[in-house]
């Protein structure tokens, strides 16, 4: 019995794979048991893999806001019709507004057309600017606009919104222009937001600050060095506690202002994957370094 | 099930914000344990990051059964980009407090129903070298099958069933140890016991195989 003989040290891989099977909830197919409660091994990999604990969904709320932020910022980008129709009913509800979703949907014959500008997209963006910032409010207590603490870099009150993938590209262009969809007077964008959002941006050299702050290896660096951050982050962080996490996360979400654009689905998960097997062969050599007994190296002695 | 979560991420892809919800029901808890043993306390952190990106990502997903591989690699990579930025060894805060807790949960009378604890459970798995603990959380507590495990971990599938073994092995023996008249399973030495020991070789281990 494999229980029996894994004991000893001995698991062997039919047995093994079965717990794994197991404690993955698959059909293992071979009529065996799929749980022995008497075995330790089994028994730990049942308690790992047990259903979700309240505490462990508690990010549900910024994870629908992150869809949200990430799926007006799809439409504003040149979402389907339907879906931004749907999105404008949603948000707008019955307040009166210039660009009325009624407008917009006596135009929607020919279902999933794209729009790059428009009035769709003028609606889309005013969302995503509006939900973008509470998006990332939840993450960083700092960016709270309601936080008296916090100061625009440029713009005095108005609290920076990070940059969306929304924001960025639609904005430069004039809502006039002639690829409105077959134009009239209830499709204008309410003119006040354009240039609102565009402050609402971080300074760019917000940018520079952090890449060079998180190269030169952020908190622990300048502690170090002691040296004390650049007046610009001071005041885009909130905080000097606050200003790595804010600078990854900027960085985190300015990259695919320039590569999500490309429009080829394939080409990030790729690029990921080969990040990700380069890394995984440099684990795999440290790791059987590690296994052959290599003495600890001088990095680890500071 | 698999075809459920299918469903779930078109729904998704489609705009639909219940079905968003119920797909970070399903994964989150997973994801977040598997995260814990790569980042230790900054789990819930990286998780969110990697919401982040799967929200912003979502719609350059292909669709079919590889979803729930397709997060997990998310989160691995935030993982990775969350250790290299802090250049530090990745504590795992639960170890001791969570050792201390085995054997006196086992000399209560539940245990036998309750047997261990989630916290406890992860905590052991994280002191196996890291390519082990990682093969053994994909396979169960993500409960991607090994040809997945592989595709995330960058590494052959032969290579990933092997490591998961000598990785379940090695727990077979941790436990095994905690059995043997283990001083800390009458709560004298929480800390000191063998399994204390185990998890800290281990853990040299995982730290270096980082570098």
Redesign the interface.
Known sequence: MWMAS??R???D?DA??R??DA????DTGTGQPHRD?SD??A???????????AA?????E???Q??????A??LAAGGTYP?MV??ARAKAGGAASPTTPDAVTGRSRGGRRRLTVGAGGWIAVVLATLTAGAALAT?IPALDPADPRRGAPDSGSRTPVPPT?ATAPTITTPPTGTTAPTGGPTAAPPPNHSPRSRQATPHPSVYGQCRAY?AR??A?SDARANRSPSKVLLEAAGSRSEI??YC??LL??DK?NHS?KSRK??E??KA??E???????H??E??R???NG?P??S??SG | MLNELTDLVRSAQDGDEEAFRLLFRELQPGLLRYLTVLVGADAEDVASEAWLQIARDLNNFAGGPGFRAWATRVARNRALDHLRHQRRRPTVPVPVEALSELPATEDTAESASEGLGTDTAVALIATLPRTEAEAVLLRTVIGLDAESTARVLGKRPGAVRTAAHRGLRRLARILAQDERGDPARNGEAPTIGPLAGVRSGGDVEAGRGRR
């Not at chain 1, 990999?45 to 604990?53: G, I, Q, V």
Request: glycine content about 8%; proline content about 8%; cysteine-free.
């Open positions: 894994h004991r040290g001995g698991l891989p093994a794979e717990l794994l404690a993955a909830g698959r409660p330790p091994v028994e730990l990999l049942t308690a790992a893999s047990a259903p979700a604990r462990e969904l508690a990010g549900e910024a994870a629908l992150a869809f949200r932020t990430a799926r910022a799809r879906e749907r999105e993450d993938t998180l290896g952020g622990d790595e996490r990854r996360l985190a979400i695919p999500n689905p394939d990030p998960e990921a994957e990040k990700n097997a380069a890394e995984a062969e684990a795999a440290t790791d370094a590690a296994e290599t600890d190296r990095g680890r």
